[in-house]
């Protein structure tokens, strides 16, 4: 397995050595849509690095009232405990958008993350990066409009994926968006009726990503920033 064909930000940012004491440990998998990652408060098994999909991070109340708080893909790993020295997380997780990628179990990782200080630091700046987009998803939903946060939402899955396309159902987006699936209607035709978006059977496309931007205005572009300089940039 090269390091250059890996398309994973940590795992190909890492230097030679880090790299190549990770690569024996880690091992490719597939990720469908609603590919089970980790339970509400269940021991964490293996952590995954995703190459193509994304991965929701999912709060649940004591009622079982489900919210995205939170996204992965190809910028980060999930579940993100390993620096913690944890066994469990208390959220769930799962995949939206299917793809694939590549999985560690979790004690190999914590003992990386206790022996070797480069990937120790890349996981640090990608929890603050994650920290960042939880805080800010608290934020829209609590100030943003409907068709606001769906904009951001929309952008936020397009930037870790490829095509401009996604496969995504109502009932699931009013999941995401903590909001009826009467909102979620309501605010797709709002972004068609705008020209942004293109909305049919389960399938969102971008119409012009610059024009969503606008219109999210807001709600979108400090966490990205926060990621980019922290991740990509490996920033401080």
Same mark, same amino acid.
């Given at each position: 397995? @090269?390091?250059?064909?890996? $398309?994973?930000?940590? @795992?190909?940012? %890492? ?17 469908? $849509? ?20 994304? *991965? ?14 939170? %996204?992965? /893909?190809?910028? /980060?790993?999930?579940? %993100? ?6 066994? $469990? ?11 694939? /990628?590549?999985?560690?179990?979790? =004690?190999?990782?914590? =003992?990386? &993350? ?9 996981? =640090?700046?990608?929890? %603050? ?13 609590? &100030? ?5 946060? @769906? *904009? #951001?939402?929309? @952008?936020?899955?397009?930037? $870790? ?39 049919? #059977?389960? &399938? ?16 979108? /572009?400090?966490?990205? #920033?926060?990621? #980019?300089?922290?991740?990509? =940039?490996?920033?401080?």
């Amino acid at each position: 397995m @090269l390091q250059s064909a890996i $398309r994973n930000h940590l @795992l190909s940012g %890492l230097s030679a050595d880090a790299w190549n004491a990770i690569r024996p440990r880690l091992e490719p998998i597939d990720l469908p $849509r609603n590919f089970h990652i980790a339970g509400f408060d269940a021991p964490i098994v293996h952590h995954y690095f995703p190459e193509d999909g994304v *991965a929701s991070m999912v709060a649940v109340s004591a009622a079982g009232e489900r919210t995205e708080i939170g %996204l992965v /893909g190809r910028d /980060g790993v999930t579940p %993100l405990v390993a620096i913690l020295d944890a066994e $469990r997380h208390p959220f769930e997780f799962m995949m939206q958008v299917s793809g694939k /990628g590549h999985r560690i179990k979790r =004690e190999a990782l914590q =003992e990386l &993350v206790a022996e070797n200080v480069e990937v120790r630091q890349i996981l =640090e700046r990608f929890a %603050l990066s994650l920290f960042t987009q939880t805080a800010y998803t608290a934020l829209s939903n609590a &100030v943003q409009r409907i068709d606001a946060r @769906l *904009a #951001r939402w929309i @952008l936020m899955i397009d930037d $870790r994926v490829d095509g401009h396309r996604i496969d995504v159902t109502h009932e699931f987006l009013a999941v995401m968006l903590a909001v009826r699936r009467p909102g979620v209607t309501n605010a797709l035709h709002v972004l068609e009726g705008e020209n942004l978006i293109y909305s049919d #059977r389960g &399938v969102i496309r971008i119409r012009d990503r610059g024009a969503l931007e606008a219109f999210a205005g807001a709600a979108y /572009g400090t966490p990205e #920033r926060v990621l #980019r300089r922290m991740t990509i =940039e490996g920033g401080s």
